[in-house]
T-cell receptor, first 109, second 117 residues
């Protein structure tokens, strides 16, 4: 079967760094996405990885290891507005997005 | 980027009535659109994949006669919730798939909050 695992909830302090992990087992792989979703809103695109390594985009970075079926999203210099759910999604061999359940990130002052 | 709109953004209807939700890709053509629903504090649940000019593909457990999907053009897909019941109250989100270089990305509409009384 297809499965994506990520922690249900994480808490971090404003100004700190947090790493959200995602492991996956899917039939085929055509890339991994990270989305941010604030409560009551639709998801917004954060990053896309298809090759191994680290992609950096401002305060956010995303890492992928295809051999390990593993990715993480790294958020630096946390701000209160970063409080949201972070969704990991993998594109399988049919280019269908398989979604993780999301990680709720709580930022404390 | 690309823009996807949804209409209405929220709707309240009485039990037994039908509600139509529109999803439009405003600045690109989308042969494939997706419909999701999301309950509070839960992740997105794919309901169906909508392909322009053909029948939608429904996920297991989703009633195709209750959730009617029409993808009549390359920029418009509609979801009609027929004979709505209170348990259909949810956040419905559509997305449109667009090829970006070597990969496909899904662009999401802002969502429609449906409340059935």
């Amino acid at each position: 079967g297809q499965n994506i695992d990520q922690p249900t909830e994480m808490t971090a302090t404003e100004g700190a760094i947090v790493q959200i992990n995602c492991t996956y087992q899917t039939s085929g792989f055509n890339g991994l996405f990270w989305y941010q979703q604030h409560a009551g809103e639709a998801p917004t695109f954060l990053s896309y990885n298809v090759l191994d390594g680290l992609e950096e985009k401002g305060r956010f970075s995303s890492f992928l290891s295809r051999s390990k079926g593993y990715s993480y999203l790294l958020l630096k210099e946390l701000q209160m507005k970063d409080s949201a759910s972070y969704l990991c999604a993998v594109t399988d061999s049919n280019y269908q997005l398989i979604w993780g359940a999301g990680t709720k990130l709580i930022i404390k002052p | 980027g690309a823009v996807v709109s949804q209409h209405p953004s929220w709707v309240i209807c009485k039990s037994g009535t039908s509600v139509k939700i529109e999803c439009r890709s405003l600045d690109f053509q989308a042969t494939t659109m997706f419909w999701y629903r999301q309950f509070p504090k839960q992740s997105l649940m794919l309901m169906a994949t909508s392909n322009e000019g053909s029948k939608a593909t429904y996920e297991q457990g989703v009633e195709k006669d209750k959730f009617l999907i029409n993808h009549a053009s390359l920029t418009l897909s509609t979801l009609t919730v027929t004979s709505a019941h209170p348990e259909d109250s949810s956040f419905y989100i559509c997305s449109a798939r667009k090829q970006e270089g070597s990969y496909y990305e899904q662009y999401f509409g802002p969502g429609t909050r449906l409340t059935v009384t």
